[in-house]
């Protein structure tokens, strides 16, 4: 029998400093945490799908030990080894964890994001997709259904953290869910942020073009670095705002490489067209070790603290930074994160 071995070309002069250059700038527009903590100016409108009279905010599925020790101990193996974190894609998720995503999502005024702690829901999912008319029908029955679709048919109540079909904790902008498997506090307020990120545009058509790019091959990468460092950025400066010093070297060596999944993923993209074989994955997963020292060593830099900075986030922005209602009776709009 006849094994053929990958041997890579040799990468044009060009294209290794292209890739280096991909490589350097991601991993520093992850950022860090900056203060005063920054809400925004826009945030959730009458058009953003609402929760059914009675349901809460925030549910958890139903218990299964068969299910969840499979996800736990088998399908999410992957995820935890390249995150160093047994709490990714656990399946049980604490009250600690979930009330620190309900604070987040209070302060920043986002009371109409549905999240789904440990649960499968695809007919919920369904419903959320048709009525959620603040995206635009032909992002939500293209790029949307086919979202909803996956999540249908390989159920991340299982499947959460394995390659290729497991997905894992995430923000489905298509019906304004947050779905969440790990009992980790920095990956629940990362994807508290996506939705932030996501409220915070003001024009329904460019809110669109904004999630829906992102799915598109190649054109997608430089958007999907972008908001995943926003969401970074703003969940690593909630910390600071309103944890201690524990919490926040936490969210460093969480947040950091799992930023690096993403430049990774977009840096073997890049370098697929001048080379192939084993120095893709070099290239992917190199990023991933690289997430860990920056996490581990910007952790080291966290000066000790017992709580936040800024406790008062808390209570959401000040009366002085509101603004106007968009008529009687409406909330407050008020959501935006910039990086530094």
């Not at 902008?173 to 994807?191: A, D, V």
């Not at 990120?197 to 829906?212: H, I, L, M, N, P």
């Not at 926040?248 to 947040?255: D, G, H, I, V, W």
């Not at 920056?294 to 008062?312: H, K, M, N, S, Y």
């Amino acid at each position: 029998m006849r094994y053929l071995v990958s041997t890579p070309r040799a990468m044009p002069c060009g294209a290794r400093v292209f890739v280096a250059l991909l490589l350097v700038i991601g991993q520093l527009a992850a950022g860090c945490a900056t203060t005063p903590y920054r809400f925004s100016t826009h945030g959730e409108t009458e058009m953003t799908v609402p929760l059914p009279e009675g349901e809460p905010q925030i549910e958890r599925g139903e218990p299964n030990a068969w299910v969840d020790g499979f996800g736990h101990y088998f399908f999410s193996l992957p995820s935890k080894l390249l995150l160093l974190n047994w709490k990714v894609d656990n399946h049980d998720i604490s009250p600690e964890v979930e009330q620190s995503l309900q604070e987040y999502l209070h302060a920043n005024g986002l009371h109409k994001t549905k999240v789904r702690l440990n649960q499968y829901a695809p007919g919920e999912e369904w419903e959320r997709l048709v009525e959620n008319t603040e995206i635009p029908a032909g992002w939500r029955y293209t790029v949307g259904l086919l979202a909803v679709s996956f999540y249908m048919i390989f159920p991340e109540r299982l499947f959460a953290g394995f390659p290729f079909i497991g997905g894992g904790d995430h923000y489905n902008p298509f019906t304004n869910t947050i779905s969440i498997y790990s009992n980790s506090r920095p990956i629940l307020l990362h994807e508290g942020s996506h939705a932030k990120d996501v409220a915070s545009c003001e024009s329904r058509q460019g809110k669109g073009f904004y999630v829906g790019l992102r799915a598109l091959p190649l054109i997608g990468l430089p958007l999907a670095l972008w908001q995943e460092a926003v969401s970074t950025n703003d969940a690593l400066s909630w910390e600071l705002a309103t944890a201690g010093s524990r919490q926040s070297k936490e969210a460093y060596r969480t947040l950091y490489p799992a930023y690096g999944t993403y430049v990774g993923g977009a840096s073997q993209s890049a370098a697929s067209f001048f080379t192939e074989g084993w120095i893709l994955y070099a290239i992917q997963y190199g990023m991933v070790v690289v997430g860990h020292v920056a996490g581990q060593t910007r952790a080291l830099f966290v000066r000790d603290r017992a709580g936040g900075i800024e406790p008062d986030v808390l209570n959401g922005p000040p009366e002085s930074c509101l603004p106007p209602r968009s008529r009687a009776g409406d909330a407050p709009i008020f959501l935006r994160v910039a990086l530094p």
